[in-house]
């Protein structure tokens, strides 16, 4: 039997290779993408060209999204002006939501495209990932658990008006 893409691909072990597969996967997201993350400090998503590829993404079609659950919004309300400014230009399509106290302890960071490509962080303090490409069965308990965290976080509105 043939190797899986999943199977195939080598462990990311630097934060230069983790921010390349972020890339990468913006690039096939084509209907959503999911982040769980403490904070997106590490995904450096207000980078010029990697928040270009955000927008392109979600400017493409009034039906895409990005979904993103956060234990800490700081850097986004503080450092992240090219996503606020996002969030603003594109109500309802990027959401961003918080966990709840008892979640803060998880450590791991998700990156899910398409319910079919993902990135795993494995603790968000080290680079060590592993990128995962057209296998949405290797993907499904990541994306339940996204789900799960989804539903148990509450809506962030980042001080914009929402609905208006």
Same mark, same amino acid.
């Given at each position: 039997? /043939?190797?899986?893409?999943?199977?195939?691909?080598?462990?990311?072990?630097?934060?230069?290779?983790?921010?390349? %597969?972020?890339?990468?996967?913006?690039?096939?997201?084509?209907?959503? &993408?999911?982040?769980?993350?403490?904070?997106?400090?590490?995904?450096?998503?207000?980078?010029?060209?990697?928040?270009?590829?955000?927008?392109?993404?979600? %400017?493409?079609?009034?039906?895409?999204?990005?979904?993103?659950? !956060? $234990?800490?919004?700081?850097? &986004?309300?503080?450092?992240? #002006?090219?996503?606020?400014?996002?969030?603003?230009?594109? #109500?309802?399509?990027?959401?961003?939501?918080?966990?709840?106290?008892?979640?803060? $302890? !998880?450590?791991?960071?998700?990156?899910? &495209?398409?319910?079919?490509?993902?990135?795993?962080?494995?603790?968000?303090? $080290?680079?060590?990932?592993?990128?995962?490409?057209?296998?949405?069965?290797? !993907?499904?308990?990541?994306?339940?658990?996204?789900? /799960?965290?989804?539903?148990?976080?509450? #809506?962030?509105? !980042?001080?914009? &008006?929402?609905?208006?």
């Amino acid at each position: 039997m /043939d190797a899986s893409p999943a199977q195939s691909q080598p462990l990311i072990v630097s934060e230069a290779e983790y921010r390349s %597969a972020i890339d990468e996967l913006l690039g096939l997201a084509q209907r959503e &993408v999911c982040i769980f993350d403490r904070d997106l400090g590490r995904l450096a998503l207000d980078a010029k060209d990697r928040s270009a590829l955000v927008e392109t993404f979600i %400017a493409a079609d009034s039906l895409r999204r990005l979904r993103i659950v !956060l $234990h800490d919004s700081a850097v &986004v309300e503080g450092a992240s #002006p090219r996503l606020r400014e996002l969030i603003r230009r594109f #109500p309802g399509r990027i959401e961003l939501r918080q966990t709840p106290d008892e979640l803060r $302890h !998880l450590a791991d960071s998700l990156f899910l &495209v398409d319910g079919q490509h993902g990135l795993i962080r494995f603790h968000v303090d $080290h680079a060590r990932s592993k990128r995962v490409l057209a296998d949405s069965v290797e !993907l499904a308990g990541r994306l339940q658990r996204f789900e /799960d965290l989804w539903e148990a976080s509450a #809506p962030l509105s !980042l001080g914009t &008006v929402l609905g208006l």
